[in-house]
C-alpha cells in the first residue's frame, strides 16, 4: 500500500504562484512514475504533470512554461511549482504514483486526498 499526501493549496490572485508537495509512505519501493492531476467543479480530470524515476517530465499544454515538475532524490516526495496562475487553474489538485516506470498512459493508481487551489481576485 502507499499513502500519498499533499500540501501546499491556498488562495492566490490571477498572475502569484504557489508550491504544491506530496509525500508518499507505505511501500514505496513500488513507485515508478509520480504525478499530479487537477479537477475542477463540472470538469474532467485533467493530468497536470509527471515524472519518472530518473528524471523524465510531461506536461498538460495548459500548464507549459508556467507549472514545474520536480521530484526529490529519495523519490517519495514530489513537487509542482505553479507559476503566473491563472483562475483556470482553479481546481482540486490530486497527487498520483504507479508502479510503471514510464509515463506512456499513465493515470496513477495510487491518489492522495487532493489538496484545494483557488485563484481569484
Known amino acids: 500500500q502507499v499513502q500519498l499526501v499533499e500540501s501546499g493549496g491556498g488562495l492566490v490572485q490571477p498572475g502569484g504562484s504557489l508550491r504544491l508537495s506530496c509525500a508518499a509512505s507505505g511501500s514505496i519501493i513500488s513507485i515508478g512514475v509520480m504525478g499530479w492531476y487537477r479537477q475542477a467543479p463540472g470538469k474532467q480530470r485533467e493530468k497536470v504533470a509527471t515524472?519518472?524515476?530518473?528524471?523524465?517530465?510531461t506536461y498538460a499544454d495548459s500548464v507549459k512554461g508556467r507549472f514545474t515538475i520536480s521530484r526529490a532524490s529519495a523519490k517519495n516526495t514530489v513537487d509542482l511549482q505553479m507559476n503566473s496562475l491563472k483562475p483556470e487553474d482553479t481546481a482540486v489538485y490530486y497527487c498520483t504514483a504507479d508502479r510503471i516506470l514510464t509515463s506512456t498512459g499513465y493515470k496513477g493508481g495510487y491518489w492522495g486526498q487532493g489538496t484545494q487551489v483557488t485563484v481569484s481576485s
Open positions: 515524472i519518472t524515476m530518473v528524471g523524465t517530465t
